[in-house]
T-cell receptor, first 114, second 113 residues
């Protein structure tokens, strides 16, 4: 099946710094989703990307759908303590109309030092 | 919008026992999904319902697992003869359609001792 590889696995940064993380796949995705999960809670959708090359922002977050359709990037500008959490990329299989039967990456754990 | 609700939040059981979890989706959402998340990993798809019909099951869903959504509203996930490897967070999610955003509940954390 399709697999998503996220890097880095974890990041420890200073408050105010910008953050960049990525997600790669050996196969094509038609949709890329970025979720954030706080401890003890379910994932929450941050950004959805539907078109190769698309660049979408949500506040301090910006995500891009790679031209090859095999990767995506998430950037967080001017990080704050509440950005702490695990960030997951996800997407539905392209083999058929898979809707929300998502494949998730392993996550990037972000820690922010005040 | 009260969100997706899951009960219980935590369950500790002994190996070999049966457990059942409940999920109440967002009320107007037709699609309901179950995912499993082990420590340090992303969620993995288990199964989904459109209304009361179970339309897809992952190969992760062994025959000890059964899910129902009898009236197209809430859903239950039962695990029979639990094993230590079943220890995980079980996440329920719902969406209005297959193409609309997925809303997750806060999960049921299962620990099998």
């Amino acid at each position: 099946g399709q697999q998503l590889n996220q890097s880095p696995q974890s990041m420890f940064i200073q408050e105010g710094e910008d953050v960049s993380m990525n997600c790669t796949s050996s196969s094509i995705f038609n949709t890329w989703l970025w979720y954030k999960q706080d401890p003890g809670e379910g994932p929450v959708l941050l950004i959805a990307l539907y078109k190769a090359g698309e660049l979408t922002s949500n506040g301090r977050l910006t995500a891009q759908f790679g031209i090859t359709r095999k990767d995506s990037f998430l950037n967080i500008s001017a990080s704050i303590p509440s950005d702490v959490g695990i960030y997951f990329c996800a997407g539905p299989p392209t083999s058929y109309n898979a809707g929300n039967m998502l494949t998730f990456g392993g996550g990037t754990r972000l820690m922010v030092k005040p | 919008d009260t969100g997706v609700s899951q009960d219980p939040r935590h369950k500790i059981t002994k190996r070999g026992q049966n457990v059942t979890f409940r999920c109440d989706p967002i009320s107007e959402h037709n699609r309901l999904y179950w995912y499993r998340q082990t420590l340090g990993q992303g969620p993995e798809f288990l199964t989904y319902f459109q209304n009361e019909a179970q339309l897809e099951k992952s190969r992760l869903l062994s025959d000890r697992f059964s899910a129902e959504r009898p009236k197209g509203s809430f859903s239950t996930l039962e695990i029979q003869r639990t094993e230590q490897g079943d220890s995980a967070m079980y996440l329920c999610a719902s969406s209005l359609t297959g193409a609309s955003p997925l809303h997750f509940g806060n999960g049921t954390r299962l620990t099998v001792t």
